[in-house]
């Protein structure tokens, strides 16, 4: 089982696991940090909670493999003690049941930039970042994750609702983001609704 959840979180952090290997060559770059948006005055306690991840678009995403994505939710819980962490813990369907994913993210001297706790726990990850690029904690947020492995640059925007819908309007903003970083149609897929562990 642990077994199971382990290969589960990695596979998440990998972007749903595509090998990228065939095709590292035509590799959309990875923008670097400086170039991706941040909301101003990042307020870590409103972005608490859970959030549905209602789409997903990354130099690792392909439409095509991913067909199946279906909605799953992660909770953030600031650690309100001297160092600010979240604990995330995502909640996916998988074989019939709920299975859970933990992970924490630690807090950088930059607002809404963070860093993989326990990054030694993911052999062959050098750096992993994430990023809040946008939200309005109510409603919507799209967060940037960057991952360095064997020195080549992995990133995914996560589309993030509060609710399971996902408006018309919301899916063109993060499609027209996500497009201002290189990436195509091909590499954005949004999750289809589930009922299953939206609960739990
Ligand atoms: C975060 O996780 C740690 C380790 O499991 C735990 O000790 C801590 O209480 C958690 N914090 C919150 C706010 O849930
Ligand atoms: C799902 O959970 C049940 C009860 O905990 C367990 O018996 C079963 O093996 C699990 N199925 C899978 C595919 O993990
Ligand atoms: C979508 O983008 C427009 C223009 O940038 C902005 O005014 C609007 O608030 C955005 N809506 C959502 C739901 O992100």
Avoid at 148 to 177: C, D, H, M, W
Wanted: charged share 20%; with cysteine; aromatic share 16%.
């Amino acid at each position: 089982m642990a077994q199971c959840l382990l290969w589960l979180g990695l596979a998440l952090l990998g972007a749903l696991h595509t090998q990228a290997q065939d095709s590292t060559s035509t590799l959309v770059p990875a923008p670097p940090l400086r170039n991706v948006p941040r909301q101003p005055h990042f307020q870590d306690d409103q972005f608490q909670g859970k959030w549905y991840v209602l789409g997903l678009a990354g130099n690792e995403i392909n439409k095509e493999k991913h067909r199946q994505f279906k909605v799953y939710t992660t909770t953030y819980k600031l650690n309100e003690d001297y160092t600010y962490s979240y604990n995330v813990t995502s909640t996916l369907a998988w074989n019939l049941n709920c299975s859970h994913w933990f992970r924490t993210f630690d807090r950088t001297s930059f607002p809404g930039l963070y860093t993989l706790g326990n990054i030694e726990w993911y052999t062959g990850i050098q750096r992993y970042v994430l990023r809040v690029a946008s939200t309005d904690y109510k409603k919507f947020a799209m967060v940037f994750f960057k991952k360095i492995v064997k020195q080549q640059a992995y990133f995914t925007v996560a589309l993030y609702g509060r609710t399971i819908e996902l408006t018309p309007e919301l899916k063109e903003n993060f499609t027209s983001f996500v497009k201002s970083m290189g990436l195509r149609d091909e590499h954005i897929i949004f999750s289809i609704p589930i009922d299953e562990c939206m609960d739990k």
